[in-house]
């Protein structure tokens, strides 16, 4: 079936245009994206064989962890609509996550997660770092600690307190992310 052979308004542009794009299953979303389709399939049916990938059910970042190639293997998905896919996921990212500002007081987990999530979301590896604060809790660095593998990372207490005590820090916070796309701070 085509897109052409939907009810008007149950086309993906049509239904944006009429109800606005909150009203949009994933699969519209990415049917928009993706355009056209092939001789077989619609760019709808594209776009759901595409999110049935999303094992984690996180939603549409998950498309944030393939590579252009990766994406190239489904049929339908060539170079250039893979590359705006990864192009639209850095977007994403970037419009959602704000800048730090260094003058910022860092009283809560949610202000640090801000300074980790732009460096943390979406590796493939784990990652642990630390935020060096001074005495008022304003960032002075962030340390990398560590990057390990895709489902463990091995550090010391004493790797990862070496920094803050040779700079004579006050203050510190110190984080790990999970390939999973969830971040944890402590």
């Known amino acids: 079936m085509s897109v052409k052979n939907l009810n008007f308004y149950e086309r993906p542009y049509e239904k944006l245009e009429r109800y606005g794009a909150e009203s949009l299953s994933d699969a519209e979303i990415l049917a928009i994206l993706i355009n056209s389709g092939t001789k077989t399939k619609t760019a709808l049916d594209i776009a759901r ?35 705006l896919i990864k192009a639209v996921c850095e ?7 704000p800048e730090l500002n260094p003058n910022e007081k ?3 987990p949610e202000q640090l997660s801000k300074i980790f999530m732009k460096d943390l979301h979406g590796k ?17 660095r962030v340390v990398t600690n560590s990057i390990g593998t895709v489902n463990s990372n091995s550090i010391t207490i004493k790797e990862i307190l070496s920094e803050p005590v040779k700079s004579n820090t006050p203050k510190i916070a110190v984080a790990h992310n999970h390939p999973s796309r969830r971040l944890y701070s402590k």
């Open 124 to 140: 493939k590896q784990e990652i642990i770092k630390t935020v060096l604060l001074n005495s008022k809790n304003k960032v002075i």
């Open 49 to 83: 064989e595409l999110t049935t990938k999303d094992e984690n059910n996180i939603g549409l970042s998950f498309l944030a962890q393939y590579s252009i190639e990766e994406l190239m293997k489904i049929q339908g998905i060539g170079r250039v609509k893979a590359i």
């Open 91 to 97: 977007f994403a990212e970037r419009y959602t996550i």
């Open 106 to 108: 860092i009283c809560t």
